[in-house]
């Protein structure tokens, strides 16, 4: 698969969900889970101790209508290896040159984390493929709109925090796609091994970037002229 052909599925799917967990023992079952709800691009951050280990697993287990990526990718050689280990995207929660630069010799698409218009535009004439705003929640979803403006040809992912109600919000404000962590994947649902509410957790935030995509975007309200006093 092509960089391309893996950026275009990430923005078909429009979720991309990120589990990150104290081992591997969870990681297989939670991604069967998030799978059956429908998502289709799910990252392994390399926080979770054996996570490249698990993702052969995975691939074996979940097959090839899922896309598998690695996060957390913050050095060249953790990028080569995450590609080894059969990485179809790398994301990374920062910018580092050097990272985007071993994913694009590797065919890989890169998503690296940004924040200013300065480094949000840097990272992407670096070669990302895409730029992930991090911390969204910070932000908010006004700050993707008012991006869109100057920066219209980035394609952003906005990641951290992003609630079910925020994710509609970002996609209507512009953002190709969401990112989505402890929202789906929460510590409570896996304490009780309670997949089937992880695989109902990531329906919904699948449904609901479906539905802000059929919405009409809403138009800005009309400016008000400024009166001044009647001098009449």
């Given at each position: 698969?092509?960089?391309?052909?893996?950026?275009?599925?990430?923005v078909?799917g429009?979720?991309?969900?990120?589990?990150?967990?104290?081992?591997a023992d969870d990681?297989?079952?939670a991604?069967e889970?998030?799978?059956?709800?429908?998502?289709t691009?799910?990252?392994?951050?390399?926080?979770?101790?054996?996570?490249?280990?698990?993702?052969?697993?995975?691939r074996?287990?979940?097959?090839?209508?899922?896309?598998l990526?690695?996060g957390?990718?913050?050095?060249?050689?953790?990028?080569r290896?995450?590609?080894r280990?059969g990485?179809?995207f790398?994301v990374a929660?920062?910018?580092?040159?050097e990272?985007?630069r071993a994913g694009?010799?590797?065919?890989?698409?890169?998503?690296?984390?940004?924040?200013?218009?300065t480094?949000?535009?840097?990272?992407?004439?670096a070669?990302?493929?895409m730029?992930?705003?991090?911390p969204?929640?910070v932000?908010?979803?006004?700050?993707?709109?008012?991006?869109q403006g100057?920066?219209p040809h980035?394609?952003l992912?906005?990641?951290?925090g992003?609630?079910?109600?925020?994710?509609a919000a970002?996609?209507q404000?512009?953002?190709?796609?969401?990112?989505?962590?402890g929202?789906?994947?929460?510590t409570?649902?896996l304490?009780?091994?309670?997949?089937?509410?992880?695989?109902?957790?990531?329906?919904?935030f699948?449904e609901?970037?479906?539905g802000a995509?059929e919405?009409?975007?809403?138009?800005?309200?009309?400016i008000?002229?400024?009166?001044?006093?009647?001098?009449?």
């Open positions: 698969m092509g960089a391309r052909e893996a950026v275009d599925r990430i078909t429009g979720v991309v969900a990120i589990i990150r967990l104290p081992s990681l297989l079952p991604a889970a998030i799978r059956d709800g429908g998502v691009a799910i990252e392994f951050t390399l926080t979770t101790p054996g996570a490249l280990q698990a993702l052969e697993s995975a074996i287990k979940l097959g090839r209508g899922i896309l990526g690695v957390t990718v913050l050095t060249a050689e953790a990028a290896e995450a590609v280990g990485a179809e790398l929660p920062n910018f580092n040159p990272v985007v694009r010799e590797a065919g890989v698409p890169v998503i690296p984390g940004a924040l200013t218009p480094e949000i535009v840097q990272a992407w004439e070669g990302a493929s730029v992930k705003l991090f969204a929640n932000v908010g979803t006004r700050y993707v709109k008012d991006l100057p920066l980035i394609p992912l906005p990641t951290g992003v609630s079910l109600d925020s994710a970002f996609i404000a512009g953002a190709a796609a969401v990112g989505v962590g929202e789906i994947v929460s409570e649902l304490a009780r091994r309670a997949f089937p509410e992880i695989t109902a957790c990531a329906r919904t699948v609901a970037v479906k995509r919405r009409p975007v809403p138009s800005a309200p009309p008000k002229p400024i009166e001044g006093p009647d001098t009449r």
